[in-house]
Structure formats: C-alpha cells, structure tokens
Nanobody
Framework: QVRLVESGGGEVQPGGSMRLSCTAS????????MGWFRQLPGSEREGVSS????????YYHQSVKGRFTISRDNAKNTIYLQMNNLGPEDTARYYC???????????????WGEGTPVTVSS
C-alpha cells in the first residue's frame, strides 16, 4: 500500500523559513517524480515544485523560484521542500504527490498525501 506522509507545516512570520518533508512507503524513490502542490479553500490545487527522483531534475513554479528548494534522499525515501523568505501569499495547505509521468498537474498524480498546513502571518 502506497502512502505519502507530510510533516513540517505550521505557522511562521513573514520572511521566515520552513522545511516540509514527505516520506513515501510502498514504493522506492527513483521510479517516480515527486513534489508539492498547494491549495487554498475554494481554489484549485497549484503545482509548487517537483523533483525527478531518478536524476534530480527539478521544477519550480515561477512564484517560488529563488525562495524554495526541493531535494530528495532516496535512501530515506523522503523528499524535502525548503521554503525561505516566506510571505502571506505562501499560506496554503501543502500536499505531497507522486507520479510516474512527467506532467506536474493534479490530474496526473497517482498518489497524494493528506497535506500539511502552512500559515505565514505576523
């Protein structure tokens, strides 16, 4: 049974940093593209960042380039999202996802975590 479990969400002040983790079970990293979406209530889920766990190729949404860094530890079956210089616009529920395909859109994901909340507020 495949599971994706996120951790690391919470509340942070503007300009602060936070690191999200997502640990996969039921499959080994190296065979999937994994990453993060975020969603506000009433809004569509937005692709934030992804990483090809076989070769490390990364993708970032334009709004997070230069602030967020995605990485993976295949030995721990875990990916990370380091988020720096956070702003209120980053407030959302962040979901870990995985796919064997190459299109980073919600409808193409094979697996989802339950999400972790990130709140950026003073």
């Amino acid at each position: 049974q495949v599971r994706l479990v996120e951790s690391g969400g919470g509340e942070v002040q503007p300009g602060g940093s936070m690191r999200l983790s997502c640990t996969a079970s039921g499959f080994n990293l190296g065979s999937h593209v994994m990453g993060w979406f975020r969603q506000l209530p009433g809004s569509e889920r937005e692709g934030v960042s992804s990483i090809d766990t076989s070769d490390g190729t990364t993708y970032y949404h334009q709004s997070v380039k230069g602030r967020f860094t995605i990485s993976r530890d295949n030995a721990k079956n875990t990916i990370y999202l380091q988020m720096n210089n956070l702003g209120p616009e980053d407030t959302a529920r962040y979901y870990c996802a995985a796919t064997m395909g190459g299109i980073w859109r919600p409808q193409y994901m094979a697996y989802w975590g339950e999400g972790t909340p990130v709140t950026v507020s003073s």
